[in-house]
């Protein structure tokens, strides 16, 4: 008897050819979609039905109100760029997949993240489509129980296949939106919740220059969209949410940091006693890893680089790794 696993299908080709890619494998894949509130599960049921596999619909609305929008939009409040996958992966994504295995008694879980599963460890995938960075907050039950079979290809690839197979999401576009901020205006949204931050100062170089619409608009690194011109091309390189200004710098190089801190560390490895040196990834995105090294204090730790890294963004995510293996992270502080 094929072992059960569960796989979070939503209708797009990641989870189609992760539920595929599994079947093949000789696993009993039972589909299961995460009910935001927002459109989407006909596309899951469609690919479910063209794969032949069983889908369970769960409403994850009120879990995502508390651990993921509600912060966020805190987190912007504070003048802080949060990532919402990295909060909502272990405390709602992963947690239900895991209370689905465990009421129809399967063994694994799944999704299509970019990324590999491994004895209890969390590595890389492809560099063109890495998502690893993603799943730095898993718990461990949640990572030993996980099956992430589209590491070992690329999203090229993986279109390849769902054509090939006649999958109904195949040509579907890729969402690069927050999926409960559909059409990407994540300050429109923050205000929709009855919060609008006032107005207040620009300082470019230390000197007050125009008025912001709020700071929810700005984060640190930003160089367009300001709403109003300055002559010459400008950065957001500090936002003060106790004094309501945004701080703007003409030089580029005022953004770049050769040390910064990090809170609540999650360690996908046994907590480190002393410094180690490691890859640093700040943000998600294809670019090389810097070397770092970091050094535990309390429950965060104190990141240095040898040189300088642009633009480290308050309530971002800095990641850890040793060569591809995920060692953990915590939250950029200010």
């Given at each position: 008897m094929s072992e059960k696993v569960i796989l979070g299908l939503s209708g797009g080709v990641d989870?189609?050819?992760?539920?595929?890619?599994?079947?093949?494998a000789g696993y009993e894949v039972l589909g299961l979609y995460l009910d935001n509130g927002l459109p989407g599960l006909r596309e899951a049921?469609?690919?479910?039905a063209a794969l032949g596999i069983s889908l369970t619909a769960v409403d994850t609305r009120s879990a995502m109100e508390e651990q993921v929008c509600a912060p966020f939009a805190a987190a912007y409040l504070r003048?802080?760029?949060?990532n919402p996958c990295i909060l909502c992966n272990p405390t709602v994504k992963f947690r239900f997949l895991l209370e689905e295995a465990d009421r129809q008694g399967a063994a694994w879980i799944a999704t299509g993240h970019y990324a590999a599963a491994r004895n209890g460890g969390l590595y890389r995938g492809r560099p063109e489509?890495?998502?690893s960075y993603m799943l730095c907050r898993l718990e461990p039950e949640q990572i030993r129980r996980l099956l992430l079979p589209l590491g070992p290809y690329t999203k090229a690839q993986v279109r390849?296949?769902?054509?090939?197979?006649?999958?109904?999401?195949?040509?579907?576009p890729d969402s690069m939106e927050?999926?409960?901020?559909?059409?990407g205006d994540y300050a429109a949204?923050?205000?929709?919740?009855?919060?609008?931050?006032?107005?207040?100062?620009?300082l470019l170089d230390g000197v007050p220059a125009a008025r912001h619409r709020g700071i929810h608009h700005y984060t640190v690194g930003q160089r367009k969209h300001f709403g109003i011109g300055f002559g010459k091309r400008v950065y957001v390189s500090e936002i003060r949410p106790e004094t309501n200004e945004v701080c703007l710098s003409s030089d580029d190089s005022a953004l770049w940091r050769r040390t910064f801190s990090v809170r609540d560390v999650h360690w996908l490895i046994p907590a480190p006693e002393k410094s180690v040196e490691c890859g640093v990834r700040i943000r998600h995105s294809r670019a090389a890893l810097p070397l770092g090294t970091i050094v535990p204090e309390g429950d965060?730790?104190?990141?240095?680089?040898?040189?300088?890294v642009r633009a480290p963004a308050p309530g971002q995510t800095a990641a850890f790794y040793a060569g591809d293996r995920l060692l953990g992270g915590g939250f950029i502080t200010k």
């Amino acid at each position: 008897m094929s072992e059960k696993v569960i796989l979070g299908l939503s209708g797009g080709v990641d989870s189609a050819v992760a539920a595929h890619l599994l079947r093949e494998a000789g696993y009993e894949v039972l589909g299961l979609y995460l009910d935001n509130g927002l459109p989407g599960l006909r596309e899951a049921e469609r690919a479910a039905a063209a794969l032949g596999i069983s889908l369970t619909a769960v409403d994850t609305r009120s879990a995502m109100e508390e651990q993921v929008c509600a912060p966020f939009a805190a987190a912007y409040l504070r003048g802080e760029t949060p990532n919402p996958c990295i909060l909502c992966n272990p405390t709602v994504k992963f947690r239900f997949l895991l209370e689905e295995a465990d009421r129809q008694g399967a063994a694994w879980i799944a999704t299509g993240h970019y990324a590999a599963a491994r004895n209890g460890g969390l590595y890389r995938g492809r560099p063109e489509n890495d998502q690893s960075y993603m799943l730095c907050r898993l718990e461990p039950e949640q990572i030993r129980r996980l099956l992430l079979p589209l590491g070992p290809y690329t999203k090229a690839q993986v279109r390849e296949m769902a054509r090939a197979l006649a999958l109904p999401p195949a040509d579907r576009p890729d969402s690069m939106e927050i999926c409960f901020i559909p059409d990407g205006d994540y300050a429109a949204w923050i205000e929709r919740r009855g919060v609008v931050p006032p107005a207040g100062d620009f300082l470019l170089d230390g000197v007050p220059a125009a008025r912001h619409r709020g700071i929810h608009h700005y984060t640190v690194g930003q160089r367009k969209h300001f709403g109003i011109g300055f002559g010459k091309r400008v950065y957001v390189s500090e936002i003060r949410p106790e004094t309501n200004e945004v701080c703007l710098s003409s030089d580029d190089s005022a953004l770049w940091r050769r040390t910064f801190s990090v809170r609540d560390v999650h360690w996908l490895i046994p907590a480190p006693e002393k410094s180690v040196e490691c890859g640093v990834r700040i943000r998600h995105s294809r670019a090389a890893l810097p070397l770092g090294t970091i050094v535990p204090e309390g429950d965060g730790a104190v990141v240095s680089f040898p040189a300088p890294v642009r633009a480290p963004a308050p309530g971002q995510t800095a990641a850890f790794y040793a060569g591809d293996r995920l060692l953990g992270g915590g939250f950029i502080t200010k």
